[in-house]
């Protein structure tokens, strides 16, 4: 079946450094790929989406690319400010039938100023 | 810009008492989901409606039930709740599922405790 794989966290940074938070996935055909961000008390929001192999999804200094090789959909950020602190979700969404999202576990990102 | 709204924000419940969550949209969205998150395991679907009419299990469907009530509304009845069944429970919905790309848009969440 399909799933999406995170580095567990929580990933600790101090403002402006730069961020990776990988992620790998396994699915039958082409799914398409997401980031979406919890920050506290909240639901989940969208930050950005790939659809086909190559794509670069980016958001708010966010970027990822979709990496069919390797079956990877990192996410990236060259400076990370306080205000990134949350939770990041890499979920997968197939092309049979009804599509339905199947998310990764979450990884917690904290920055101190 | 109220996109998706979740009722109540906060429950506790003692084992074996019944409750409904309730959520609504107004973005017009045909598509509409009950998940539960839990420490480690991410979101799990528990019922999904892929229109008005129409209800599916998910991954982790026992001990719940779902109404799609109309295209706006899509409740979540827990008939006998049980401890296994705390958790932070979310309601998200999407244009239409059937293109794969779409979005899912969440509420905030009810934050559920079973004693």
């Known amino acids: 079946g399909n799933s999406v794989t995170q580095m567990e966290g929580p990933v600790t940074l101090s403002e402006e450094a730069f961020l990776t938070i990988n992620c790998t996935y396994t699915a039958t055909g082409y799914p398409s790929l997401f980031w979406y961000v919890q920050y506290p008390g909240e639901g989940l929001q969208l930050l950005l989406k790939?659809?086909?192999?190559?794509d670069k999804g980016s958001n708010k200094g966010f970027e990822a690319t979709y990496r069919k090789e390797t079956t990877s959909f990192h996410l990236e950020k060259g400076s990370v400010q306080v205000s990134d602190s949350a939770v990041y979700f890499c979920?997968?969404?197939?092309?049979?039938?009804?599509?339905?999202?199947?998310f990764g576990t979450g990884t917690r990102l904290l920055v101190s100023p | 810009n109220a996109g998706v709204t979740q009722t109540p924000k906060f429950q506790v419940l003692k084992t074996g008492q019944s409750m409904t969550l309730q959520c609504a949209q107004d973005m017009n969205h045909n598509s509409m989901y009950w998940y539960r998150q839990d420490p480690g395991m991410g979101l799990r679907l528990i019922y999904y409606s892929a229109s008005e009419g129409t209800t599916d299990k998910g991954e982790v469907p026992n001990g719940y039930n779902v109404s799609r009530l109309n295209k706006r509304e899509f409740s979540l009845r827990l008939e006998s709740a049980a401890p296994s069944q705390t958790s932070v429970y979310f309601c998200a919905s999407s244009e239409d599922q059937v293109i794969s790309n779409q979005p899912q848009h969440f509420g905030d969440g009810t934050r559920l405790s079973i004693l």
């Open positions: 979920a997968l969404s197939d092309r049979s039938g009804f599509q339905k999202l199947v």
């Open positions: 790939a659809t086909k192999a190559d």
